[in-house]
C-alpha cells in the first residue's frame, strides 16, 4: 500500500500541453488544460488529489486505446499514468497472485505472465491499453474476460481521500463494465489477478479460436500456441497496434455487443427478413447476445465505408471505426451516428459506444 500522506504534485514531472491525439490510439482530441506524468503510485494520488483542491477536472491516460476525446480537448489535468511493476504477491493451492501497477502495458503483462509460467490471460493476448484500464472495461475478447481472474482491486477513493483494495464482487464487473467506468470517483492504482501455475491455457470458449487451435470448447492448448494463434486472428482483424496498418488507428471494437432480452430477440428476428439468421449464443437470465457486427453489415455497412474527412470504418472489421489521417472526433462520431442509426432502423437494436468518451457525446 502507498504512502501517499507526504508527497505533492511536484514530485511529478511536467509536461508541455499539447495535442491530445499523440497519447491516444486514434491519434485525435484537441489540447488539455496542463498535464502531468506520475511515474509512481503516490505521485498520481498526489496530482488527483491536488486537482480535486482547486476544483480542477482530471483525466487519466495511460494507453489510450479506449477513449475518444472531444475536438476541444480537455480543459483540466491530464495524467499521464507511467507506473510500472509486476510482483508476485502469494502461491497458495487456488493459484498465484501477481500484482501489476496500473500503467504497465497490457500485453507486455500478458506475456511476462506466461514466461512465467502462468495462464488465465492469454486469450487476452494483444489488446492494447495498460493494466490499469482492464478492470475498468471488464475487458474481454476470445471467450476470456479479466472479471474471471481479477481477485482485488487497490484504488484511490476520491470521496473517501484514501487509497482502498476492492474485492473483485466489489468491482461490480457486468460485460465491458464495472463501478469504475463512466466513474470520477476511483483511480486504479494497481490489479491483483489470481492464475494458474500452467503451461497450459484456460478453457478455450471461443468457437473461432478452438477452430483454429483444433479443440473442442471447453478444451485446452498450450497457453504460449493459444496466445500466438490470438495475436495472429487480432492481427488479421487490425486489432493490434502497428504503425505501418491505418486500421489500427482505432479504439477497437467501437460498439459492444448488444445483449437482447427474449422479447428484444424476438423483435429482431421479426426484423431479419432476407438478413438471415445472425450468429447468437446465450446471455445470463435468459438474454441473448448478437454480434454488433453482423447487425451493422446486414444493416449496409461494408467493411472499409467511409464517413468524411479521414474516417472510415476498418477493412478488416466492422466494429472498428479508424482515423486515416487528416480528420476529426467530429467526424468519427457522426460516422458512429450513422452506423447507430442504421442498424436501429434495420433491426429495431440501438448499439452503444464501447470506449469512454471525454468532453463529446454520440
Given amino acids: 500500500m502507498p504512502d501517499v500522506s507526504a508527497v505533492t504534485p511536484d514530485t511529478a514531472s511536467a509536461v508541455n500541453v499539447s495535442s491530445l491525439e499523440a497519447y491516444t490510439t486514434l491519434r485525435l482530441g484537441g489540447k488539455a488544460g496542463t498535464m502531468a506524468v506520475a511515474e509512481k503510485t503516490d505521485e498520481a494520488v498526489a496530482i488527483v488529489r491536488a486537482s480535486a483542491g482547486r476544483g480542477e477536472p482530471v483525466l487519466v491516460l495511460a494507453g489510450g486505446s479506449n477513449v475518444v476525446i472531444g475536438d476541444d480537448g480537455f480543459p483540466?489535468?491530464?495524467?499521464?499514468?507511467r507506473t510500472r511493476g509486476v510482483e508476485v504477491v502469494e502461491r497458495d493451492p487456488r493459484g498465484v497472485l501477481i500484482r501489476v501497477a496500473a500503467g504497465e502495458p497490457w500485453d507486455e503483462f500478458v506475456a511476462t505472465t506466461l514466461e512465467r509460467g502462468l495462464s488465465g490471460l492469454e486469450a487476452l493476448s494483444g489488446?492494447?491499453?495498460?493494466?490499469?484500464a482492464t478492470p475498468i472495461q471488464n475487458v474481454g475478447a476470445y471467450g476470456q474476460e479479466v472479471a474471471r481472474t481479477i481477485e482485488a482491486v487497490h484504488v484511490y477513493d476520491r470521496e473517501a481521500d484514501e487509497v482502498r483494495i476492492l474485492s473483485s464482487p466489489e468491482c461490480g464487473f457486468a460485460?465491458?463494465?464495472?463501478?469504475?467506468?463512466?466513474?470520477?470517483?476511483?483511480?486504479v492504482l494497481e490489479v491483483d489477478f489470481r492464475l494458474d501455475?500452467?503451461?497450459e491455457?484456460?478453457?478455450?470458449?471461443?468457437?473461432?479460436?478452438a477452430r483454429r487451435l483444433g479443440v473442442e470448447i471447453g478444451d485446452r492448448a498450450g497457453a504460449e500456441r493459444v496466445r500466438e494463434t490470438v495475436l495472429e486472428l487480432r492481427a488479421s482483424k487490425g486489432m493490434v497496434l502497428d504503425p505501418?496498418?491505418?486500421?489500427?488507428?482505432?479504439v477497437g471494437s467501437f460498439?459492444?455487443?448488444?445483449v437482447l432480452s427474449a422479447q428484444q430477440w424476438a423483435r429482431v428476428q421479426?426484423?431479419?427478413a432476407d438478413a438471415g439468421e445472425p450468429p447468437s449464443w446465450p446471455a445470463p437470465n435468459g438474454t441473448v447476445k448478437v454480434p454488433a457486427a453482423w447487425l451493422i453489415e446486414k444493416a449496409g455497412f461494408a467493411k472499409g465505408h467511409r464517413g468524411r474527412d479521414g474516417v472510415a470504418i476498418s477493412s478488416k472489421h466492422t466494429l472498428a471505426l479508424t482515423h486515416r489521417g487528416g480528420g476529426s472526433t467530429a467526424a468519427l462520431l457522426d460516422l458512429a451516428r450513422e452506423i447507430r442509426d442504421g442498424v436501429r432502423d434495420r433491426f429495431g437494436v440501438t448499439l452503444h459506444p464501447e470506449p469512454v468518451l471525454v468532453n463529446c457525446v454520440l
Avoid at 175 to 187: A, E, G, Q, T, V
Fill in 76 to 81: 483540466g489535468t491530464v495524467l499521464l499514468l
Fill in 127 to 132: 489488446i492494447p491499453g495498460s493494466a490499469g
Fill in 175 to 187: 460485460y465491458r463494465s464495472s463501478i469504475f467506468k463512466n466513474n470520477d470517483r476511483w483511480l
Fill in 197 to 199: 501455475h500452467t503451461t
Fill in 201 to 209: 491455457s484456460a478453457p478455450v470458449r471461443y468457437a473461432e479460436l
Fill in 244 to 250: 505501418a496498418d491505418p486500421d489500427t488507428r482505432s
Fill in 255 to 258: 460498439f459492444t455487443n448488444p
Fill in 270 to 272: 421479426d426484423h431479419l
